[in-house]
């Protein structure tokens, strides 16, 4: 899981500018917020802190809102709240009433739909349990492989589209170009994710066992 950020040193946004792909990625590069956006957008504000923590801790621990503990609970409450939730209100992204507790969706929300679409349509290939307590070693190296194959074919397909761009060989517009880039490596580092998650898992099944 990538490292929750301890503040957020970003200045207003104005949100009659649009997010530029960095700016996106970065959001979309922590789970916790991607987990956050990806329960906003399916609903309406206003929408309480609370409802928002307990939904991304129970995604997080593979379990349901009724089962989490207390510590479970807080562990991701915390961040939320002193972290993720100002960042988002930042960048213009949700309007966050910090000490009522409450979120409001805002137009600009809508910007990350298609890039979470296109990861749930996407998602990394899973081993049965089966397979995985037979072909462990493998699977850990087959993983590796895919994440380094991955992260060469997007960075390719980068490289590729600027050259294509700057030599007139491919007419776009830059704010597309920009777009598409950032979408190449928001994908490429949720699949990095993804892999390094099931590779920990993998780990901890082989400790326990």
Do not use: W
Not at 104 to 120: G, M
Not at 134 to 141: E, P, Q, R, V, Y
Request: hydrophobic share 35%.
């Amino acid at each position: 899981m990538p490292s929750d950020d301890s503040q957020s040193d970003d200045p207003p946004c104005d949100e009659s500018e649009a997010l530029s792909p960095d700016e996106i990625f970065h959001i979309l590069q922590t789970n916790r917020r991607r987990d956050t956006i990806a329960y906003l957008l399916d609903r309406e504000g206003p929408i309480k802190m609370s409802d928002i923590a307990e939904h991304v801790a129970a995604k997080e621990h593979e379990t349901t809102v009724k089962e989490l503990t207390s510590k479970q609970r807080q562990r991701v409450y915390i961040p939320l709240y002193q972290s993720h939730l100002p960042k988002l209100d930042t960048k213009g992204i949700i309007d966050y009433n910090k000490p009522r507790g409450i979120v409001r969706p805002t137009e600009r929300l809508e910007i990350f739909r298609p890039y979470l679409e296109a990861v749930e349509s996407d998602p990394s290939p899973t081993q049965s349990d089966t397979d995985a307590n037979a072909n462990t070693d493998a699977g850990d190296g087959l993983t590796s492989q895919l994440v380094n194959d991955s992260r060469a074919m997007f960075v390719g397909a980068s490289v590729s589209l600027l050259a294509a761009s700057v030599s007139g060989f491919l007419v776009i517009p830059e704010l597309t170009l920009a777009a598409t880039i950032g979408l190449l490596f928001v994908l490429m580092t949720i699949k990095t994710n993804l892999a390094d998650s099931a590779a920990t898992n993998r780990s901890d099944d082989r400790r326990l066992s």
